[in-house]
């Protein structure tokens, strides 16, 4: 497990603390609403949680966000689930998004820089955004969309997503998106549960320097989605739109200014979905305004972007980090969109993008991270990314390694902000914050108005000792409903049924005593031998160093005998061997770097290691297979990256059983 560093990585400077975003709010929040005017980022933090409502008026105010009509208070209800943010409110997510358009200085700047695997930037700016969205949501209301009404994308991380969704949001209907790499019973799955009205979609779209044609798939979908009145069509690879369809180019051609549909506060904004692995993806509904004021707090305080900035985060439409990406607009950033393969034409062509599109806030997987450390990357040698003042990273907890290698091979005196949330709030419950050391394996502090703390399994917190994540007080951006479950039943067995009115995640995370936090992943797939608990990410950390493994996966079976079996399994690299000698290596660093007690009982060679569609190691999943489940009905097969692989470890439990 990670141990206490006492010496930061990194520490902002003294100015870097007097010019971020989140010095300037509490100075001004101490002179309008009490906040502490010392103590730094902990006594504002503390302020934050003790004084909820007094906090998040004070972000509505310090970001000027324009409620159409007042609001009664902050709260009407903090009960968990079914809290009640700004009763009486109304608001318009899009308006918010598109209102730098409205200044003449910056409207015929950059809202949007585009990539593709050419690597060529081209620039939407603001006027052509707006002019784009108010055309679009004009169509959609001639096409008889209200409030309400579900619009889906099938549409790859391009700026005509970002215009989709703004007008979705402006008519007050609710997006929903999944990528074109999606197959159609994936994508079904889920737009099947909304029920769509409008269906946006490309022809095919170009990955790895190939085209891949999706006209048969979006077939099936106009087949499969009967609630559908229209079909707009992205002619991406340049073919004409099949019968029925309305052209793009057709609706965007106005240029005509937005109309923005005044909606109550907690209106439905899109709709996201889990991944999947063992049933229908849940549909998670979240809010134009609780949403608004999240990224607002999130993408304004922590990750310090404004005007001036550039955001590039490596994403595709099917993740909770492109809805993230695009709340770069509401704080006048300029977004990178970038449509591609993360690693063409070779591994380090992220940070090549980083560098055409001078991006001040670069973030990655911490999957794509180790990638380019394995692949002997340098990225300043090969690259002027003077411009990127911070590289963050997601989707799984960010090794040590990981931390040094970029410290190394990028800047001495770089941000390195390793964030955690998740889809269900679309935001961070901790990482990022510009005015705080950054530590080795280690995630900042928690997030502003988060009460994020470790508990064991009394409900007892918990400092420096790995405990479930919980949060103990409503977030904006948690979900005000599941799609399809009236009684609320699904969304509060997914978070409250462990700790009633405690919001779990089923994250292993410790809390140190400086206030850090350390992620150690699922708790649903925890190693528990012998007392002893620990995170599967340990374990990857760990194994994955060596050079001769690709990636790996633990699992830890409880026997009916009692008796407990942890197999790894390991996707070596090209021309490794699994032999005795690597075998032993393999247990000498688990030994000695993590805990005797979790050295594998086998180690196996495994042909690959499956994923959710968002590249989420599946670890549950396989766990039920070894257990003796049926693959049908371990996993949701519209969830996998690679169904093939899954019929290896079912092989292995055949063998077992």
């Known amino acids: 497990m990670s141990t206490v560093n006492p010496s930061p990585l990194w520490q902002p400077d003294r100015q870097q603390i007097a010019d971020a975003q989140i010095t300037r709010f509490q100075a001004w929040a101490a002179e309008q609403h009490g906040a502490p005017a010392d103590g730094g980022y902990e006594a504002l933090h503390r302020w934050s949680v003790t004084e909820l409502e007094t906090f998040w008026k004070a972000v ?103 215009a989709a969704l703004l007008a979705t949001a402006a008519v007050g209907a609710v997006w929903t998106s999944c990528a074109p790499d999606f197959g159609a019973r994936s994508v079904l799955d889920r737009f099947q549960q909304v029920e769509p009205v409008v269906l946006f979609t490309v022809d095919g779209y170009r990955y790895g320097g190939k085209e891949h044609d999706r006209r048969d798939t979006v077939q099936e979908l106009r087949n499969e989605l009967p609630s559908l009145r229209a079909v707009v069509h992205i002619p991406l690879l340049g073919t004409k739109a099949p019968e029925g369809a309305l052209e793009w180019s057709a609706l965007t051609s106005a240029d005509v200014t937005p109309v923005y549909e005044e909606v109550p506060f907690d209106h439905p904004l899109w709709v996201l979905y889990s991944s999947g692995t063992t049933g229908l993806p849940k549909a998670i509904v979240q809010s134009q305004g609780g949403i608004l004021i999240e990224h607002l707090k999130q993408i304004g305080l922590h990750s310090d972007l404004g005007p001036d900035d550039r955001f590039f985060w490596y994403t595709s439409t099917g ?24 690693g063409y034409p070779e591994t380090g062509a992220q940070w090549a993008i980083a560098e055409r599109t001078g991006a001040t806030l670069f973030g990655t997987s911490a999957a794509y991270v180790m990638a380019c450390r394995k692949a002997d990357v340098h990225p300043t040698r090969d690259h002027d990314l003077s411009r990127v003042k911070c590289v963050a990273t997601t989707g799984s907890p960010l090794p040590p390694d990981g931390f040094r290698w970029l410290h190394d091979e990028v800047r001495d005196d770089l941000w390195i902000a390793s964030v955690s949330g998740g889809t269900d709030v679309c935001s961070c419950f901790a990482g990022a914050v510009p005015t705080l050391p950054v530590h080795i394996g280690e995630l900042q502090a928690p997030s502003l108005g988060t009460d994020l703390q470790a508990w064991d399994p009394a409900g007892e917190p918990l400092t420096d000792e790995v405990g479930e994540l919980v949060v103990t007080n409503p977030m904006p951006s948690m979900p005000i409903r599941f799609w399809n479950d009236p009684d ?4 509060h067995d997914s978070y409250f049924d462990t700790y009633p009115g405690v919001w779990r995640h089923g994250d292993w995370i410790t809390l140190t005593s400086r206030g850090s936090v350390v992620i150690h992943g699922r708790s649903d797939s925890t190693l528990n031998r012998q007392g002893v608990r620990m995170g599967s990410a340990d374990i990857y950390e760990a194994v994955e160093r060596l050079p ?39 247990k000498q660093v688990i030994r000695e770097q993590l805990s005797p007690r979790h050295v594998p009982d086998e180690i196996i060679e495994a042909p690959g290691v499956p994923h959710t569609l968002t590249g989420k190691r599946i670890e549950v999943p396989v766990k039920r297979l070894l257990s003796g489940t049926p693959l049908e009905k371990a996993v949701n097969p519209g969830s996998i990256d690679n169904l093939e692989l899954l019929k290896f470890y079912e092989e292995i439990a055949r063998k077992r059983a």
Do not use: C, K
């Not at 009960?79 to 910056?106: C, K, Q, V």
């Not at 002019?131 to 700026?159: C, F, H, K, T």
């Not at 492109?322 to 970038?338: A, D, K, Q, R, S």
């Open 60 to 162: 509505t105010e310090w970001f000027d966000v324009r409620f159409t009509h007042p609001y009664t208070r902050v709260l009407g209800n903090r009960d968990m689930p079914g809290a009640e943010w700004f009763p009486g409110a109304t608001i318009n997510y899009a308006a918010h998004a598109l209102r730098t358009a409205d200044d003449p200085a910056r409207a015929d700047t950059p809202a949007i820089l585009h990539v593709d695997e050419t690597h060529e930037p081209r620039p939407v700016t603001w006027s052509e955004l707006r002019g784009q969205v108010g055309s679009l949501a004009a169509e959609l209301r001639a096409l008889g969309v209200r409030p309400g009404d579900r619009v889906s994308g099938y549409l790859p991380n391009i700026p005509e997503a970002v």
């Open 548 to 586: 001769e493994i690709r990636e790996s996966l633990v699992i830890g079976l409880e026997q009916s005998d009692g008796g407990y079996w942890m197999p790894l399994f390991v996707h070596l690299a090209p021309g490794a061997t699994l032999d005795d000698a690597l075998r032993s290596r393999i």
């Open 319 to 342: 993740w909770m980090m492109w809805n993230f990406l695009v709340g770069g607009l509401l704080t006048g950033t300029t977004i990178v969109t970038y449509d591609g393969s993360p």
């Open 488 to 491: 609320g039943t699904r969304y």
